[in-house]
């Protein structure tokens, strides 16, 4: 028996494996990356000819010391565009159908894609989606010049080698890559089309950027898995923190694309001197700092996406989860000089394998520095490089489920001042009762200068979970999920964390990381009502009355934002304001027939604008 009649594929795919040139199966993770070089050459030129353009180079990939650095030749693509989803199939969804924006059935472009890959030389990645455990088959087929692609997919979701690969191995999602076809059919825009057929899920991915298909499409085939099973994946980190007295505690944070969600598995960033500055006032140009003598160990469980399957659940009353993915797609935009982040220059400059690079200035031959983005223009850096972080190669990673104490979320917020108010009134952290916490979920706000996405104006909404530009099926569906997750794990307690400003103060991510530092000291994020205080915004539930970490006291001001006279309460109203109207502009749209009777009166909640004690009335929260 070959090894491709392992297989049980649709006859298309069959079909097109029998008249390519070459089918190629890799057995090593080296063989990827060799071939991701055009044959281990020290410069490539990922290069299609496509009619009516002629040859096109989408990327290049250079070899250097420490892996290959990619670069796409179009700035556009070095970011994921948040509208490239479309739907094929006519299953339920509230996600733009592909008959709906371009006037035909998919059917005649799915056949034309089956003859381009006949005409090419291919490469079969088979893996399991969401993890060896408890994951599903799955298959991406791609022309082999594309192998940077196949090598990033292997190490995000790992892949089954070719002596491996079980009999009868029957994918239940294929992602098929056919890059061309951006140019001859979608005006050069990233797209994936979804194709949900009876007993598989198709993704048609047609450009390079690996974003929406390979990272965001499996995403996607997750979520569908789980909205026709019941259960959720989370888009969220997960960390566990130990103090320097032993104690533990379990935090995932969650939010919109840019929100913190890597950075929370980061140690805190330091000043050469070991200072943290906790933040610089934007108008008096003041800088506050804190002595931390000792930091805590961290041990990452998850970067981006965390497998909350029902056989994870114990009775605890905590959610329990495990990590979906193999490798994770490390923004590093953040990195614009050597030392500001020791811990990832270390593992990326000296890796145990070579890694695999975007949008950083690769040169051939020499080592890739991740302070070195690439160029969108003359002067303007890439706001999207990454790299692509095997588990395996992360100190002190934790594989097994874990026991999440407390679910943060997180916000890129802008500076907020008297005389320019906005939605930057959010302080260092807030505990939010249950039903908030659900609200934020659904509502889930981009916010402000949001570097991973080609949209980030204003704020606008990430959309259900946070994790909606990647799922396939019903808002309303996933909404409800969230909220019976929520109930379902009444001992996971719930917080509120903004990055980058803290009204008049740049911030960057020390919210965050001071946040992490507090709650794991304290053993837990249990409160008496002494120690907090109602938000003047019922939105962000109650800020804390004073937070002390290592003998220091945070002022005031970075906690209740109103405090700060660079804002006042005339400002902070205003930017309440504006929150409390973006909530409800976002939130009607849930309010259909399928919603759950509880999520509703939340909703109405909100929309009749009542306050915090309303919202704890409805789902209890235990302080």
């Known amino acids: ?275 943290v500055l906790l933040g610089k006032n934007l108008v008096t140009n003041e800088k506050l700092y804190l002595e931390l003598k000792e930091t805590c160990e961290l041990k990452p469980v998850t970067d981006d996406m965390a497998l909350c399957h029902p056989s994870l659940q114990n009775g605890s009353k905590r959610l329990r989860v495990v990590d979906a993915e193999n490798g994770w797609f490390l923004r590093i935009n953040h990195i614009t000089k050597y030392g500001t982040d020791p811990q990832h220059e270390s593992l990326c400059i000296h890796p145990k394998e070579p890694l695999i690079f975007l949008n950083l200035q690769g040169v051939p031959g020499a080592t890739c520095l991740i302070w070195e983005h690439t160029m969108d223009e003359p002067g303007k850096p890439c706001p999207n490089p990454r790299v692509i972080m095997p588990r395996a190669f992360v100190p002190n990673v934790v594989n097994e489920p874990v026991e999440v104490d407390v679910r943060s979320f997180g916000i890129r917020t802008p500076a907020c001042t008297k005389e320019k108010p906005s939605y930057g009134i959010i302080g260092c952290f807030h505990m939010l009762p249950p039903a908030l916490a659900w609200l934020w979920r659904l509502v889930a706000p981009r916010g402000h200068d949001n570097p991973s996405i080609t949209d980030s104006a204003g704020m606008s909404s990430e959309g259900v979970g946070s994790y909606w530009p990647f799922a396939t099926g019903k808002q309303v569906v996933q909404a409800n999920l969230l909220l019976k997750q929520i109930i379902e794990t009444s001992n996971t307690r719930f917080i509120l964390i903004p990055n980058q400003h803290v009204g008049a103060y740049k911030v960057g991510f020390m919210p965050q990381w001071i946040a992490r530092e507090y709650l794991a000291r304290r053993g837990s994020a249990r409160f008496k009502p002494e120690q907090l205080v109602e938000s003047k915004c019922s939105l962000l539930g109650y800020s804390l009355e004073s937070l002390k970490v290592d003998g220091t006291f945070l002022p005031k001001g970075f906690l209740q934002v109103n405090c700060q006279p660079e804002v006042g309460n005339e400002g902070y109203e205003a930017g309440a304001k504006m929150l409390e109207n973006f909530f409800k502009e976002e939130l009607s749209k849930f309010l259909t027939p399928e919603l759950d009777p509880l999520g509703r009166k939340i909703i109405e909640c909100c929309l009749s604008g009542k306050g915090l004690e309303d919202y704890i009335n409805l789902i209890p929260m235990k302080l």
């Open 1 to 275: 028996m070959s090894v491709a009649e392992k297989f049980v594929l649709p006859k298309e795919l069959s079909d097109a494996l029998e008249t390519a040139e070459s089918v190629f199966i890799a057995e090593k993770r080296d063989e990827l990356l060799k071939m991701a070089l055009g044959g281990d050459k020290d410069f490539f030129e990922i290069v299609y000819d496509v009619p009516g353009f002629g040859k096109v180079v989408e990327a290049t990939v250079a070899k250097c010391k420490n892996g290959a650095a990619v670069n796409y030749t179009d700035a556009y693509m070095r970011r994921r565009d948040p509208d490239c989803m479309v739907i094929a199939d006519g299953r339920e969804t509230d996600k733009p159908r592909y008959s709906d924006v371009y006037g035909k059935d998919f059917g005649e472009l799915r056949e034309k894609t089956f003859e381009w890959l006949k005409t090419q030389k291919l490469l079969l990645l088979p893996f399991m989606a969401g993890g060896m455990e408890l994951g599903y088959p799955a298959l991406l087929v791609a022309p082999q010049n594309a192998a940077f692609f196949a090598a990033g997919l292997a190490d995000l979701q790992g892949f089954i080698p070719k002596s491996k690969i079980p009999e009868g191995f029957n994918p239940r999602a294929i992602i098929y890559l056919a890059p061309p076809f951006r140019h001859t059919h979608f005006n050069g825009k990233q797209i994936v089309v979804h194709n949900r057929l009876d007993q598989m899920h198709e993704l048609f991915s047609y450009n390079l950027y690996p974003g929406p298909s390979a990272k965001k499409g499996i995403y996607g085939v997750l979520l569908n898995i789980g909205e026709n099973e019941g259960w959720v994946t989370v888009h969220g980190s997960t960390v566990k923190v130990i103090t320097p007295y032993d104690n533990e505690i379990v935090i995932m944070h969650e939010g919109a694309s840019g929100g913190g969600k890597s950075e929370m598995i980061e140690y805190i960033h330091k000043e050469m001197d070991g200072r």
